[in-house]
């Protein structure tokens, strides 16, 4: 499934809350940046930032996320430091375009 997302999918979802499921419960994750790093015909790049609590602190790893919109995605999340909102992950997205013909 995640072959198939894109950035401009999940800027339609900014400012939205992911649910990451896990056996001790479930914790919000707000999308709060969408950023496209490459634009290349070949190459696709983009990366998401999502902020949750400061506590606890999620490992680096794929975890399960649900959306309404987007449904249940596994992604590799990374954390990247707290701010002002709570603790901060990162998702890169890095992958061959399918058809360089429709960037």
């Not at 649910?19 to 707000?30: F, R």
């Not at 649900?66 to 449904?71: Q, T």
């Amino acid at each position: 499934m995640s072959e198939l997302l894109t950035s401009k999918m999940f800027a339609e979802c900014l400012n939205t809350v992911f649910e990451l499921q896990s056996s001790s419960g479930n914790l919000p994750l707000k999308l709060i940046e969408v950023m496209d790093l490459n634009h290349s015909p070949r190459l696709e790049q983009f990366s998401l930032i999502f902020s949750g609590p400061m506590t606890p602190v999620l490992p680096q790893r794929i975890h399960a996320l649900r959306h309404e919109k987007l449904g249940e995605l596994n992604l590799f999340l990374v954390p990247v430091g707290p701010d002002e909102q709570g603790m901060r992950y990162e998702v890169i997205f890095n992958r061959m375009r399918r058809d360089p013909a429709k960037s």
